[in-house]
């Protein structure tokens, strides 16, 4: 098999993102952590996006929640550097993009993840450069759902 060969392109991106068709665990972890950049695009580079956001007020509850999620955040970076996991770190990943995505968007609903999910969101916009971007996170994560339920069947 050539090195850059598309089939060797493949065989690395199943065994980072599904574990080679073993761990549905991995592969919605990587699915979540795409549709999380793929929101956070949404909200960077179109306008109706801000109708889909709940901005919560400036006040104690909102720090406390900001604050819950720090803490929880550097205690799972300081356990996955001790036990040197990998799966954890691909965790960490998602809580990490969970954290981006939240600081960049302040959605604390996930309404405009809710609205990203839906495929027909793309044609909204016209032809560009954005919806190729979209249209290819979307076509990786729907490979991703296809092998996340074939590990699943398999597993049963």
């Known amino acids: ?41 949404e909200y960077e ?12 007020q400036e006040g104690l509850i909102k720090e406390l929640f900001i604050a819950l999620l720090f803490v929880l955040f550097i205690w799972y970076c300081v356990y996955s ?19 981006i995505y939240l600081l960049i968007t302040h959605d604390i609903t996930f309404n405009l993840l809710f609205h990203n999910l839906n495929p027909i969101n793309i044609l909204e916009n016209g032809f560009s450069f954005y919806m ?9 994560i729907i490979y991703l759902l296809i092998k996340m339920f074939t590990i699943i069947k398999k597993e049963k």
Do not use: V
């Open 81 to 99: 550097i001790i036990f040197m996991y990998r799966k954890q770190f691909i965790t960490l990943a998602l809580y990490g993009s969970l954290c």
């Open 45 to 56: 580079y179109l306008d109706t996006s801000e109708q889909y956001i709940f901005h919560m």
């Open 132 to 140: 190729m971007i979209q249209l290819f996170l979307k076509l990786i």
């Open 1 to 41: 098999m050539k090195l850059n060969s598309p089939k060797s392109f493949l065989y690395k991106f199943d065994k980072i993102t599904s574990n080679n068709g073993k761990d549905s665990l991995l592969a919605l972890i990587w699915i979540l952590i795409f549709e999380f950049t793929s929101t956070i695009l």
